[in-house]
T-cell receptor, first 112, second 115 residues
Framework: GAGVSQSPSNKVTEKGKDVELRCDPI?????LYWYRQSLGQGLEFLIY????????KSGLPSDRFSAERTGGSVSTLTIQRTQQEDSAVYLC??????????FGPGTRLLVL | AQKVTQAQTEISVVEKEDVTLDCVYE???????LFWYKQPPSGELVFLIR??????QNEISGRYSWNFQKSTSSFNFTITASQVVDSAVYFC????????????FGSGTRLLVRP
């Protein structure tokens, strides 16, 4: 059975450029989460999707960050005008409603 | 506010030793869930256990065991007869029963098991 997949695995970008990170959840999981793992801040929640709507965006650090989910499946996290402090590992997780969250391998983002 | 504290930043043991990873949490909710995840050097977070606040029974799974005590707000994790493959960062996490069930993570404990 397929787990959560994320792409790309690694992304190196220049400061000021936009990046898109993709997450494919486990089939049938209606809940999808984005987290960020950085050295200084640990593991932080970014946004939660239930179906295609995002009832909890409370963790998005600035308006440069946005995310969408289409077809109740794939989600894309977009970071505009990247800054060096955006460098981190971005983790996606999916679950049934209220169920255990299963994580993908993450996207390691480096902003130069 | 909810908070998870893992006071042990790093632990080093020799193979076959037993080791306990501590987790203390804070919450005002009566219904909540506690988790442990393992993050090996490959980076992926691997689910280990989930426990709800109404179930204080200790759990044993092979060499792993968990001790949940509401009286001390602790959910400690013990590895018996540790192995080199247990080397990883271990995270304790908390979530409450609300609309998002988002996880609040501790800062993690890095376990190094030496041969």
């Amino acid at each position: 059975g397929a787990g959560v997949s994320q792409s790309p695995s690694n992304k190196v970008t220049e400061k000021g450029k936009d990046v898109e990170l993709r997450c494919d959840p486990i089939s049938g999981h209606t809940a999808l989460y984005w987290y960020r793992q950085s050295l200084g801040q640990g593991l932080e929640f970014l946004i939660y999707f239930q179906g295609n709507s995002a009832p909890d965006k409370s963790g998005l650090p600035s308006d440069r960050f946005s995310a969408e989910r289409t077809g109740g499946s794939v989600s894309t996290l977009t970071i505009q005008r990247t800054q060096q402090e955006d460098s981190a590992v971005y983790l996606c997780a999916s679950s049934s409603v209220g169920g255990t969250q299963y994580f993908g391998p993450g996207t390691r983002l480096l902003v130069l | 506010a909810q908070k998870v504290t893992q006071a042990q930043t790093e632990i080093s043991v020799v193979e076959k030793e037993d080791v306990t990873l501590d987790c203390v949490y804070e919450t005002r909710d009566t219904t909540y869930y506690l988790f442990w995840y393992k993050q090996p050097p490959s980076g992926e977070l691997v689910f280990l256990i989930r426990r709800n606040s109404f179930d204080e029974q200790n759990e044993i799974s092979g060499r792993y065991s968990w001790n949940f005590q509401k009286s001390t707000s602790s959910f400690n994790f013990t590895i018996t007869a540790s192995q080199v493959v247990d080397s990883a960062v271990y995270f304790c996490a908390l979530t409450k029963e609300d609309s998002s069930y988002k996880l609040i993570f501790g800062s993690g404990t890095r376990l190094l098991v030496r041969p």
